[in-house]
């Protein structure tokens, strides 16, 4: 019988990287157990110690809601997205919680289900809510903020897009225009908000992609691989 994904706390059916302090502790133990029962499971080279030492994003949980029972947090927002309501379901998902459930409701629905579910409501104008709008910042700036992203070089310029693209401030840089023809054409083709979520997270996985490393490529003839090899910070 494979370990319970709730209580090893990986996402079942998905390749696992186990952290410790410095890489070479019960890291090893766990991943050696999970490959036993046919999972994908390495070690972080350096641990914990490498992540931090390479300055790479680190999680800030205190404003994380609770999780239900099925061991997933539970997030509710308006129908039928556009750009902020993917975007947020996509940051949480990558870097939060990779099995984040999302319900999408009438807009005067969210926050009595919100409260019979509880389920976190996000990108709703209430003044009670705390994942929304704050000035001329959107939903994704907050919680790249709240959860404690916001020394993430990436995540900041992937904010910039987001923002100007979902508060039609397109000036902001170049890419908002195309983040907002992309969200749009995608809201034409699904009618299904949570098909159209998974067809956005792929969106959003390049976007981020683009601004880690690839900013300064150009297109040409020659053609990029991604690198392959072990798992190192």
């Not at 890291?27 to 790479?56: C, H, K, P, Q, T």
């Not at 700036?141 to 992937?158: A, I, N, Q, S």
Request: charged share 25%; proline share 6%.
């Amino acid at each position: 019988m494979h370990p319970d994904p709730i209580r090893w706390g990986y996402v079942a059916g998905s390749p696992v990287v186990v952290v410790d302090a410095d890489g070479s502790g019960p890291a090893v133990a766990a991943a050696a157990i999970l490959r036993s029962e046919g999972v994908a499971a390495d070690v972080l080279d350096g641990g914990f110690a490498a992540w931090r030492a390479n300055a790479l994003p680190v999680v800030r949980l205190a404003r994380l809601p609770a999780r239900h029972d099925d061991g997933r947090t539970w997030w509710i927002t308006r129908a039928r997205p556009k750009v902020d309501r993917i975007a947020c379901p996509w940051l949480i998902r990558r870097f939060v919680d990779p099995e984040a459930r999302f319900l999408f409701v009438a807009p005067g629905e969210v926050l009595s289900v919100a409260a019979q579910q509880r389920a976190e409501p996000f990108d709703v104008a209430d003044e009670g809510v705390y994942w929304s709008h704050r000035g001329e910042r959107c939903t994704f700036d907050v919680m790249v903020e709240g959860f404690g992203l916001d020394t993430h070089e990436p995540l900041l310029r992937l904010a910039a897009i987001v923002r100007g693209a979902d508060t039609d401030r397109l000036d902001l840089v170049p890419e908002a225009a195309g983040l907002l023809a992309i969200s749009l054409g995608l809201s034409r083709i699904h009618s299904d908000d949570h098909v159209q979520l998974e067809a956005g997270m792929a969106v959003y996985d390049a976007l981020y992609r683009w601004c880690r490393d690839a900013q300064n490529e150009k297109h040409n003839w020659s053609s990029h691989q991604p690198a392959r090899g072990k798992v190192s910070a």
